[in-house]
């Protein structure tokens, strides 16, 4: 089949090479099905939801030049509860420096996230992802969970599970608007 | 390269066995049986040289040469055996069902084996990356193992001559010596071995007789099938073969089918849950001792929509029917590549309404009204002036540090407070839980009962789009027909050797003895 020792080298070469790249190619595939769709450093996914404190849309691709979170909360979630004075404290602080937070709730009725407003005293946009749509847009699976997206649309940061204060804070810097 | 001349004139590649030609051992080379003269022939892979097992000079043939053979093959899909094995005895994290995290479930729920079990990374195995790599071992000992052996073994099969040693003829496990053998009786040998479909080939007075030399490419066949499964599974692995989703719609909801990027909504129009008849004479004596009713039947009465034209998520889809069907477990609903397959059931519970009737203390009615968990209606009015409003409201009511709390998003055990105001009464608070409703105020003047609940059922489905099955099936079936191949046909070939008045007559087929 060969007519020297060369050609059959290169030939096993090839063979070898083929087999090998395919191999690493299916590992590199298998490694990107662990990460979610949205990842770090992706663009984060359009999505537009009614607010529910004043009924205006607030569409995230209008939010571009801001830096954004978007925390995607329940009243039936405790540790959500838990930070939302903190996203308050550092929202009063940070707003006019350019960072918006969009409170998306998964809660199923409308009355119930009302209740809870009213009774924090919340001043930041809250809106209600009545069916799941954008919770299954964000493939969250946990509460809290939280996306930190750049003045530019990209995503910095996914925080699965509750923030402490300092945290909150550092990560708002991450995404602050630089003038 | 060594080439090694055999007394026939042949040059035949080092490391061969038996001549190509004429099939004489080759002296050297005969270590296997310590060239015992007497015994018979080791015939595999017709004694040619498998190359794997001579060249290994650079760090390519010493790659080659490992997975060359046969024993590293077999040692490889023995180790994805006993893992493949390993990683059944526990839940895979997908399936634990659970909502702590892996690293406390299996210590946990199965003590020091299955915190041995997590760390090792069973809970994750089959899309491991070690366990990947194995398979793509044993993917890459298949094909070097079948180059190796398929080449020199079609080459010896194409070179092989009619005259063979006499070496050769007398040491097959077949063999006979005959004297004064007639032209006549040699050529009705010849006819017989024709009408048994043998190919008759001649060189000089030998003969050689041949059928179902396919039946050789056998294990080659079958090489090929299964590596077609490998690449089946690997085109699996793309979103464009093949995606899998799961959700949960509850009846009467409308919600967007995941992996279907945002494309398609899925309506629950009813589900039926249906039992087998304790009364229907068929099932009676099946059903004696059990004490609760069989389940018969679950059934998802769906519709399935697209989105019209281009949106942003979040915002109302105009929605176009696209199917509508009963998904029945084993009986999916199919469109546009996807199937969606009934496979969870959470049966009646979740309140859809509750309905309350009012009345003054001296039996006025006041009316009713229906409170529904979907809606956010918070204000109902009743006759005669009074009017009832939700003050809060607990899908899944629990009693928390923090005091009341809802478990869940889920109307599963609501609880409901509600404020009644009328013309001639202070506020009156009533609580609403475990379908009653107890009074909050010690001097109250209404009273507010229960009068009906519906309970709706959640349905679980699978969405699932696989176009990888039709190349695991052409795999499957190129896998069997190697098999077959190898198996049902065998290849045989009769020798006849004249010398002089003798004839020398043997016979080989290619099939284990199992009696030797």
Not at chain 1, 39 to 60: H, M, S, T
Not at chain 2, 52 to 74: E, L, N, P
Not at chain 2, 492 to 505: C, N
């Amino acid at each position: 089949m060969f007519k020297n020792k060369k050609t059959r080298l290169v030939f096993r070469s090839v063979v070898l090479s083929i087999l090998v790249i395919t191999t690493i190619l299916v590992l590199y595939i298998n490694s990107l099905q662990d990460n979610p769709i949205l990842a770090e450093g992706d663009p984060a996914e359009d999505f537009v939801l009614e607010r529910l404190d004043n009924g205006e849309e607030i569409q995230l691709s209008e939010l571009e030049g801001k830096g954004v979170m978007i925390n995607f909360w329940a009243t039936y979630c405790g540790p959500c509860k838990k930070e939302m004075p903190y996203m308050e404290e550092l929202y009063q602080k940070y707003q006019d420096q350019g960072i918006e937070i969009i409170a998306v709730s998964v809660d199923k009725n409308r009355m119930v996230i009302e209740n809870f407003y009213n009774r924090y005293n919340l001043s930041f946009p809250l809106v209600h992802d009545k069916n799941g749509t954008i919770m299954e847009l964000y493939n969250v699976q946990p509460l809290p969970t939280s996306y930190f997206i750049n003045p530019d649309g990209t995503i910095e940061r996914v925080v699965k599970g509750p923030l402490t204060l300092d945290r909150l804070e550092t990560y708002f810097k991450e995404i602050l608007p630089k003038e | 390269m060594n080439k090694i001349k055999c007394e026939c004139g042949h040059i035949n590649h080092e490391g061969t066995v038996l001549c190509e030609a004429c099939g004489k051992p080759i002296k050297e080379n005969q270590h296997i049986d310590g060239n015992d003269q007497q015994k018979v022939l080791e015939m595999r892979y017709e004694g040619s040289a498998r190359r794997s097992k001579t060249y290994k000079r650079t760090f390519i043939d010493k790659t080659w040469a490992f997975f060359s053979s046969v024993k590293v093959g077999v040692w490889l899909i023995v180790a994805a055996l006993i893992a493949a094995a390993i990683g059944t005895l526990y839940p895979q994290e997908e399936f634990k069902n659970s909502v702590l995290p892996s690293s406390q479930f299996y210590e946990e729920q199965y003590g020091l084996t299955g915190k041995i079990f997590y760390q090792l990374g069973f809970h994750n195995l089959y899309s491991s990356w070690w366990f990947i790599t194995l398979i793509a071992l044993i993917g890459i000992s298949l094909v070097i193992c079948s180059i190796d052996r398929f080449v020199p073994l079609h080459r010896a099969l194409k070179n092989q001559k009619a005259k063979r040693h006499e070496v050769f003829v007398r040491r097959q496990r077949f063999f006979s010596e005959s004297e004064n053998v007639t032209e006549d009786e040699k050529n009705k040998l010849i006819e017989r071995l024709k009408k048994k479909r043998y190919k008759i080939t001649e060189d000089d007075g030998h003969i050689l007789a041949e059928k179902n030399r396919f039946s050789r490419w056998g294990p080659y066949v079958n090489h090929i099938g299964l590596i077609i499964i490998l690449i089946a599974g690997i085109l699996r692995m793309f979103d464009f073969m093949h995606t899998e989703g799961y959700i949960w719609v509850r009846e009467g909801e409308t919600k967007v089918l995941p992996t279907t990027e945002q494309q398609y909504y899925i309506k629950n129009d009813k589900f039926i849950y249906e039992t087998y008849d304790r009364n229907d004479e068929r099932f009676q004596e099946a059903l004696k001792n059990e004490e609760f009713d069989v389940p018969s039947n679950f059934q998802t009465n769906a519709t399935v929509y697209k989105v019209k034209g281009d949106i942003i998520p979040g915002q109302e889809p105009e929605l176009e029917k696209v199917t509508s069907g009963s998904i029945r477990l084993n009986e999916p609903v199919t469109f546009d590549g996807y199937g969606i397959y009934q496979s969870g059931t959470q049966l009646k519970s979740e309140y859809k309404t509750i309905s309350f009737n009012a009345e003054t203390n001296n039996g006025n009615g006041l009316g009713g009204f229906k409170f529904d968990t979907n809606k956010d209606k918070r204000i109902f009015k009743l006759d005669q002036g009074y009017q009832v409003e939700i003050k809060d409201y607990y899908p899944q009511f629990e009693i928390t540090e923090e005091g009341p709390s809802s478990f869940s998003k889920y109307p599963r055990n609501p609880g409901i407070i509600f404020e009644v105001t009328g013309p001639d009464i202070e506020k009156e608070r009533f609580f609403y839980i475990d379908e009653s409703v107890i009074a909050l105020n010690d001097n109250h003047t209404i009273n507010l009962s229960v009068e009906d609940t519906e309970l709706i059922t959640a349905s679980g489905l699978i969405v699932k789009k696989d176009y990888s099955l039709p190349f695991f099936l052409i795999g499957a079936v190129i896998f069997m027909i190697g098999v077959a191949q190898g198996l049902y046909w065998h290849h045989r070939r009769v020798w006849i050797h004249p010398k002089g008045e003798q004839f020398l007559i043997a016979g080989h087929t290619n099939k284990k003895l199992v009696w030797s």
